[in-house]
């Protein structure tokens, strides 16, 4: 079933991991979908011909979430690709270690410009473009709840921000039919966190299930949350994390 025919997505951070995933679901539930990538042109170009093999438009599209002139264009020119914008997830983000005593305030900068202030641009840009039914998901981190390492301070602290901006765009937008959600993954198996990484093990021992998740398992919770079945769902926090913070 193509629960979303006729729906127009854009992914940000959709050339690898997560948001890959995330669009190539989306297009097999019938969606046109954008992705935005910073550096991995050649990735981002295979991801969108691999929208086009599912019959759907793909349109990969270069832009910095650390620069607010890029978001701008880039949602103009997702628009234009696509003819409009029914659902956006705000995929994109950086991770930076480091104790609060020893972080460079650079990493602070860019955590603080990628994690926090891009997904609200992001919203800021696409809402004039979003009908009724539309869609704004986020997809945050299980770290926005409980800390477990030391060094993630700054990061943890970023995505807990998300909490907030989404219950707050939820009480925005609910008036227009428009719902907002966010997604809380724990440890999944990518490229920047990968299952035979050498903290993977002691992740594996403090999760309920004991591994380490995929990228299509986030990917699912995010089609469920852009279909009609989670019309009556906004402002939620769900977590998809193996139990991490069970």
Do not use: C, W
């Not at 029914?86 to 930076?96: P, S």
């Amino acid at each position: 079933m193509n629960a979303l025919n006729g729906k127009r997505a854009l992914v940000t951070g959709g050339s690898r991991g997560i948001g890959a995933a995330i669009a190539l679901a989306l297009a097999d539930k019938g969606a046109d979908v954008a992705i935005t990538y910073e550096r991995s042109g050649d990735r981002a170009a295979a991801v969108a011909r691999s929208i086009e093999e599912k019959g759907r438009k793909g349109v990969a599209i270069q832009a910095d979430g650390a620069d607010p002139k890029a978001i701008e264009s880039s949602v103009r020119d997702a628009v234009g690709a696509l003819g409009g914008l029914d659902i956006l997830v705000n995929n994109a983000g950086i991770g930076r270690a480091g104790s609060v005593a020893d972080i460079s305030l650079e990493d602070i900068q860019a955590l603080l410009d990628v994690n926090v202030r891009a997904p609200l641009l992001y919203a800021k840009a696409v809402i004039p473009h979003l009908k009724e039914g539309g869609r704004i998901i986020t997809i945050g981190s299980s770290l926005a709840e409980r800390v477990p390492f030391p060094g993630m301070t700054a990061y943890a602290m970023t995505k807990s921000a998300l909490l907030a901006f989404t219950r707050g765009l939820s009480r925005e937008l609910g008036p227009r039919n428009i719902t907002a959600n966010l997604v809380l993954p724990g440890a999944i198996d990518t490229e920047m966190n990968p299952a035979d990484g050498p903290m993977a093990d002691v992740v594996r021992s403090m999760v309920a299930l004991g591994r380490y998740g995929q990228p299509e398992e986030i990917a699912a919770a995010v089609v469920f949350l852009a279909s009609p079945a989670a019309s009556l769902v906004t402002g939620a926090i769900i977590s998809v994390d193996a139990g991490a913070n069970a």
